[in-house]
Structures are given as C-alpha cells and as structure tokens.
C-alpha cells in the first residue's frame, strides 16, 4: 500500500466516518497480489549476472528472478530455497540438486510468472531433483525441462526416502509440468508419495528405453498419486513395482485409492495387505491395470479388502501386460483371506489363469496334475457373492477357484460371464469335512 493510501486508511478509522476517496482495502486480498481483473505482469530478461551454486546450503536461501542462476555442480541443500516467480535455473550437464534431512525447495511460481528449471547446455540433459528422508520440494506453477539421466533410468525427480508406514509424503506439486525427461518423469523409492493436495502435473515427452513410463512408482504411493496429464510420453502408462520399493515393505500397508488417470497402470505384482498390517485398495472405475507375465494381485489376509467398483461403461479391468496377450499371462486374483468389504463388481479379468504354486484346493483339478490356477482364486468362504456383474475371459486355468472347505451354497454364475475359460467357470469347493463328491460338477464356457 502506498503512503497516501496508508495516510487515508488511517484517517478513516480515526473518523470513523466515510470520506470520499477513502476506501480500505478489501478484506482477504492477500498482500502484494494484483487487484481481481487485472492481469500479473509477465516475466522479463533477467538483467543481473548469473548467479553460480554448488556444494552445500546449510541457511535459507531465496533466489530471485533478477538474475539467472546456474547450478554448476551437484548442490545438497540442508535449509529452505525459495525460489521466486520467473526465477529461471539452469542446470549444468548431469547435475542434480539433493534435498537433505531439512532441505527443501520452494518454487513459488503463479499462472503468469512460472518457475522455470532448465539444461544450461540444451544438448546435455541435467540430472534430478532428488529428496531424501528428511527432505521435501513444494513445486507450485512450475517447468523441469531436459532433466533425467538416459543411462541409469534416472527420474528428473527421484523420492528416495521412506522404509515405513505410513510412507512420507515429501512431494508437493501444483501446475508442475516436466518435459523431455531422459528418464521417467517421477520416481517414487521406498514408501514415499506425493503430498495431499497435489493437483495438475503434466509429465510428457519422458522415459527412457529401460524405463519409458512417465511415472514409476512403489505401491505405497498408489493412493496419492495427483490429476493430471501423463500422454505423449514413450510408454502412456504408469509403472508400479515392488522393486521400486524398498526391500522390507513391498506391499500396499495403509488404504488407498487407485484413481483414474487417462493411462494404465502396468503392475509388477501388488499386495494388498502384509503380516499384521491391513489395508483396504479401493480401484476407481475406468482403471486399467495391466499385470506383467507370472504376476498376481493378492490380498494377504482377511484384515485386507479389495473394493473394484466399476459400472458397466467404464468397467474396471485386469488383464495382461504384454503386446499381444495370451490366456495364463498373469496368475490372476487371490483372496487368502476375505474380509466382508472385498467386492468385485463390473470388472473384466482377461488373460489370466497362469500358474498359481497352489495346488489341492476345492474338488476340480486341471487335467493331469492337482493344479487349481484360475482367474481369481478364493480360499475363504464368503457369506454371499461378492463377484457380480463381472466379465472372466481367457483364462488358461479355472474361471473363480471356490478354493474352501464349508458350503457349496455361495455361487458366482448367476450375474457373471465367463467366455474362452479352458478349466470350469468356476469349480466346486469341498465340504466342512473336506471331502469332495465322486463327481463335482464342473460347468464349462463357451
């Protein structure tokens, strides 16, 4: 606020009388921002030298957009950076900035005065945004152009923190956009994810030969992953993976939503669930997960759930990973307990039914062996059917495996299709005494 605005504000409230002229400012018009309908000023050449970076920052920092700055060597940050609108960062051949225990990366850039991190050689990309345990990057209105590291499938940003749960969020992002990355776009290690509220990332022009997805991510951070765009990249899909996680916590540890983004998920194998820790995954409707050959999703234990909540136009689907799919690609589903919220409804599992390494359950084996590989394999009782409304084709094995011992009341023909499923659609299950009839019945699919 100027002096004579400030004088007349003054005199005002000393008044307490209306002059003309006088007007305060509005309430809740934050300090600094332009009045609502005027335009901010877009962002100008900076005219300082550059500013050059490199070792350590061990106190807060600001970088303002006077200047370019120049990260000329690896930079480990320990304090807080803010980076300032239209501040433009250039980054040296291979260089990365480490986010420490206490450092942190604030690029507060707006709509009209973007944040901008940059190659300083536009032939050599740079290397990463790295966050270890500890650190954190809060990136609002922001470009990473030209980062990533071909060679080692290196991210132009990397979490590398979390080996517990609940994973940390240490990843803000808010109109972030990252181009041409020599890698993924984002890689989420250990059980890291990004921050609640993050919204609006665009990854495109990324990936790699080894790893050519725009994302590539652990399955804790399935549940937190933020709306966007993730097209135009060498794989539009998103990559989930154990290997991506660190090696003690593997699995899904803390109920998540799996949401719908505009590409498939290609999965690695996922658990739902682990030994003493319940989860619930919730798939939204219109995802797509895609398994990798000899894969399975499982849900450890009856703690656990399972809700796939499709509708009969935007199906939730299941199916195989590879170009050109064939039945028994994937081991499929497997509830080896059944908690009361598990519920598969619209789905479509396809190219199932691949080896399960179980064998002996319920009465019908595949021919030759004591084999029960099927599309989705049950071993607890369910009080009622929980499958309907569901699509299960090509299976290579058994269509659902009625793998306990108690009653043969509980079915799943009645709302499901079953269609090219070389085993029974779905198989007979042992009685209380876990004996099975002399000849169970077996029904069969076109």
């Known amino acids: 606020m100027s002096f004579s605005l400030r004088r007349c504000a003054l005199t005002w409230l000393l008044l307490a009388g209306t002059l003309p002229g006088c007007t ?42 006077s200047s370019p700055h120049v990260v000329a060597a690896d930079l480990l940050v320990r304090a807080t950076v803010t980076v300032e609108p239209c501040t433009v960062v250039r980054m040296g051949p291979a260089r990365s900035i480490g986010l420490d225990s206490g450092g942190s990366i604030v690029a507060a850039g707006t709509q009209a005065r973007p ?13 990463q945004f790295r966050i270890y345990a500890g650190g954190s990057a ?37 109109h972030v956009t990252i181009e041409g990355s020599r890698g993924p776009g984002v890689l989420l290690n250990g059980t890291g994810g990004f921050a609640e509220g993050s919204t609006t990332l665009v990854i495109r022009d990324s990936g790699s030969d080894a790893r050519p997805e725009p ?4 399955a804790n951070a399935l549940g937190t992953l933020p709306s966007g765009t993730y ?5 539009d899909t998103i990559f989930v993976s154990p290997n991506v996680a660190s090696a003690s916590i593997f699995f899904v540890g803390a109920s998540a939503t799996v949401r719908a983004l505009g590409v498939p998920y290609v999965v690695d194998g996922l658990q739902v669930g682990g030994p003493n820790v319940s989860a619930t995954l919730t798939v939204e409707a219109g995802v797509e997960l895609r398994f990798q050959p000899e894969k399975t999703l499982r849900v450890y234990d009856g703690n656990s759930a399972l809700i796939a909540a499709g509708t009969t136009s935007r199906p939730v689907v299941f199916t195989s990973a590879r170009a050109t799919p064939t039945a028994g ?6 509830f080896d307990g059944l908690s009361s919220d598990s519920r598969l409804e619209s789905v479509w599992v396809r190219y199932a039914g691949g080896a399960c390494q179980c064998s002996g359950f319920g009465c019908n084996y595949l021919p030759g062996s004591f084999d029960v590989s099927s599309a989705i394999l049950v071993f607890q009782q369910p009080a009622a059917p929980f499958i309907a409304n ?19 009341g509980v079915g799943f023909l009645e709302t ?28 069969r699919s076109p």
Do not use: K, M, Y
């Open 390 to 408: 569901s699509r299960i084709e090509d299976s290579a094995g058994h269509g659902i495996l009625r793998g306990w011992n108690g009653s043969d």
């Open 215 to 218: 994302l590539a991510i652990n």
């Open 138 to 174: 809060r990136l609002t209105w922001t470009v990473l152009s030209g980062g990533g590291n071909p060679s080692s499938a290196e991210a132009t940003v990397r979490v590398s923190a979390g080996a517990d749960l609940p994973g940390p969020r240490p990843l803000f992002v808010d």
């Open 115 to 127: 944040v901008r991190f940059e190659p300083l050689d536009a032939s050599q990309p740079w290397g």
């Open 24 to 65: 305060p400012d509005e309430p809740g018009r934050p300090s600094g921002q332009p009045d609502a309908g005027q335009p901010e000023p877009a962002c100008s050449t900076p005219t300082g030298a550059p500013i050059e970076h490199q070792g350590s920052i061990l106190a807060p920092e600001t970088w303002s957009a």
């Open 231 to 235: 097209t135009g990249n060498r794989s």
């Open 416 to 443: 499901n299709v079953f269609a090219r499923v070389f085993g029974c659609t779905q198989t007979t299950p042992r009685d209380v005494e876990a004996r099975c009839p002399s000849n169970p019945p077996c029904p």
């Open 329 to 334: 690609d994937w081991a499929g589903i497997r």
